[in-house]
């Protein structure tokens, strides 16, 4: 069974950055796809970034582009999404999941995932 360790949310002013990582530990890295998905207050869970480490395939939310960038670490079984020039709406639980078989873009823009961590805390305001 995964477990999952997500780090790195918080309180940050507008512009700023965070990076969140995710320890993924109880099988094997390699083949799965890794996936950040946001639930903002009173919004639908949104898909903000994923990536495939079979052949390192990314998908990218339109709404963070330029923004935002995901990138794994298969030593340390850790999934990063660094987080740069921060707005408020970007405010939200940002949770780790993991997808056994989805391809990058559908598990990111249909949210369809095998597991999912507890999520970690992102709060951008002045």
């Known amino acids: 069974q995964l477990q999952f360790v997500e780090s790195g949310g918080g309180l940050v002013q507008p512009g700023g950055s965070l990076r969140l990582s995710c320890l993924v530990s109880g099988s094997t890295f390699d083949y799965y796809a890794f996936g950040w998905f946001r639930q903002a207050p009173g919004k639908e869970q949104e898909g903000i970034s994923c990536i495939r480490s079979s052949d390192d395939s990314r998908y990218l939310s339109d709404s963070v582009k330029g923004r935002f960038t995901i990138s794994r670490d298969s030593a340390k079984n850790t999934v990063y999404l660094q987080m740069n020039e921060l707005t408020p709406e970007d405010t939200g639980v940002y949770y780790c999941?993991?997808?056994?078989?989805?391809?990058?873009?559908?598990?990111?823009?249909?949210?369809?995932?095998?597991?999912r961590g507890q999520g970690t805390q992102v709060t951008v305001s002045s």
């Open positions: 999941a993991v997808s056994y078989y989805m391809k990058v873009e559908a598990m990111c823009v249909h949210g369809v995932y095998d597991h």
